[in-house]
């Protein structure tokens, strides 16, 4: 292992440029998908941020008896789908009308506007399908008089979001497919710098897993440092966008450290196979 | 005595068509010194590579210390190779290295301590006469140099059988008498030489049994001289008839 660290190192040293060249090209590679990786962020969290407001509002018909809806909202949060469920008498209605709606102020009178029951539901249960279940269950109660939620709106957003998850995951694996191929060819590049060297550990006997070990050694650390840069070059895109344009998410420590591994492992990978198709072409 | 070296009825083709070696079988004892020679094309290479299990036969087999090509695992080639030294025409140095690091990479791939790597390339330098050149980098040698150089490392781990395509080849007269030389010594200290060249001058100079290839086929071998050559062998039995 030392012997592999020492002449991994001896690689970078004997031909930094080649070495810096790899590095930057790695480094762009991942910086693509690393920016493409926080688009995909800020869409899916604004998305969630959307979905979040699906709401169910069922209207109580005008005299239900104020215990009869309590206990309704009691039995509906117990629902398996339901986040949050409000009742909203019809005082605190016509307050909400008079305070978001301030210029028609004069028009609302006491009565005018009905109490409700607003249900907010938990992630994963917002599809329309779902949506759609819990307002029929609502509908069951016989002092409800009418549900709204938005029927064509929550079938427009679920498509969406079902459109930006397959979009993403394909670019997104197109984007990993294509850095991977830039990344092998560039570790195949340096692999063919030092054939002679290669030549000689195998004329000396040197076992295969020896003669790959600085070359995996090599390929993991550029990678390593290739993640690195791609990261901070995202930071800089991303503090000079949040200052100019619009605020965005950055990646979280998880997503940096996933980012790193992958780096590494993908110039692991990369060098096992330039140099395990070398070893097989010279036999 | 063994044979070291076995061949048997040995064909080797390339994917291009090209026959390199027909139905060549000879033997290489314990300890012998060997030329091999032909003209360029005729399989002298082909025998060093398969020697070495650089190539497999195509068809035949190829006995080397005990290992035959018919069920020798790749896991096995490396400890195979450390037994069996082998130098080129073309020296096939690290020149970002020393010559001391040069030799010394060839013990530092078998996982040698360094207590043990420095006393012994210090010893093969004294045995090739290149201890002052110790800290040159190749491209400061001669190409004579060079090739003692290549000769060290191919030593140093002690093997059995010294394999050399050409050694002579890039090098002026004197130069090629020196080297020749040094392998006579190497045989000497008992390790076997077998050493193609096209050089027939050197072979008649020297007393050695030859092997004389022809488009691939082995068509005289003078056998093992009965002055000088062998250490410990007897004459190995003559193969393949003149054709």
């Known amino acids: 292992m030392r012997l592999a660290l020492r002449e991994a190192l001896r690689a970078f040293r004997r031909a930094p440029m080649l070495s810096a060249l790899s590095i930057t090209t790695i480094a762009f590679s991942l910086f693509a998908f690393d920016l493409f990786g926080l688009v995909a962020l800020n869409l899916r969290s604004a998305l969630r941020q959307v979905e979040s407001r699906v709401e169910i509002r069922a209207f109580v018909a005008e005299g239900t008896r104020a215990e009869a809806a309590s206990a309704a909202v009691g039995d509906i949060q117990r629902f398996p789908e339901v986040d949050r469920v409000t009742l909203v008498t019809e005082a605190e209605a016509l307050e909400r009308a008079r305070r978001e709606l301030g210029e028609f102020e004069d028009v609302f009178d006491a009565g005018i506007l009905p109490a409700s029951i607003e249900v907010r539901l938990s992630e994963g249960y917002r599809d329309p399908a779902q949506v759609r279940v819990v307002a029929e269950r609502l509908a069951r109660y016989d002092f409800i008089d009418d549900i709204r939620y938005g029927e064509e709106w929550v079938e427009k957003l679920y498509r969406l979001r079902t459109i930006a998850t397959v979009v993403g995951l394909a670019l997104g694996s197109t984007f990993a497919l294509v850095s991977i191929i830039i990344i092998g060819s560039t570790i195949r590049m340096a692999v063919l710098a030092r054939a002679r060297e290669i030549q000689v550990m195998r004329l000396v006997g040197a076992t295969r897993g020896f003669i790959r070990a600085p070359f995996l050694l090599e390929g993991l650390l550029k990678g390593f440092f290739g993640g690195v840069i791609a990261l901070g070059l995202s930071f800089v895109t991303y503090a000079s966008l949040g200052r100019f344009v619009l605020h965005a998410e950055f990646f979280g420590i998880g997503h940096i450290l996933l980012g790193l591994l992958a780096g590494a492992l993908i110039g692991l990978l990369g060098s096992a196979y330039a140099v395990g198709r070398h070893l097989r072409h010279v036999a | ?243």
């Not at chain 2, 001391?100 to 420095?118: K, Y």
């Open chain 2, 1 to 243: 005595m063994s044979a070291m070296v076995r061949f048997t009825r040995v064909t080797k083709r390339y994917p291009t068509a090209v026959t390199a070696l027909d139905g060549v079988s000879f033997t290489l004892d314990r300890g012998e010194f060997a030329f091999l020679t032909g003209p360029s094309g005729a399989g002298k290479s082909s025998i060093l590579k398969l020697i070495f299990v650089e190539e497999l036969p195509t068809a035949g087999e190829v006995k080397v210390i005990g290992q035959s090509s018919v069920t020798l695992s790749a896991a096995k080639i490396p400890s195979l190779r450390r037994k069996v030294g082998m130098v080129f025409q073309d020296f096939r140095l690290l020149p970002d290295r020393s010559v001391a690091e040069n030799i010394a990479f060839a013990l530092e791939v078998t996982g040698a301590p360094r207590s043990r790597i420095d006393p012994k390339v210090r010893r093969v330098l004294e045995q090739v006469d290149l201890r002052a050149k110790a800290a040159a980098r190749p491209h400061e040698l001669s190409g004579g140099e060079q090739q003692r150089v290549a000769i060290a490392r191919a030593l140093v781990n002690d093997p059995i059988l010294l394999l050399a395509d050409e050694p002579t080849g890039n090098l002026d007269e004197r130069s090629a008498r020196s080297i020749l030389d040094l392998l006579r010594e190497i045989h000497r200290a008992g390790t076997a030489v077998l050493m193609a060249t096209h050089d027939l001058d050197l072979v008649r100079a020297t007393p050695f049994r030859t092997l004389e290839l022809h488009q691939g086929r082995l068509v005289f071998d003078s056998g093992s001289p009965t002055t000088d050559a062998t250490v410990a062998a007897p004459a190995p039995s003559p193969a393949n008839a003149p054709s």
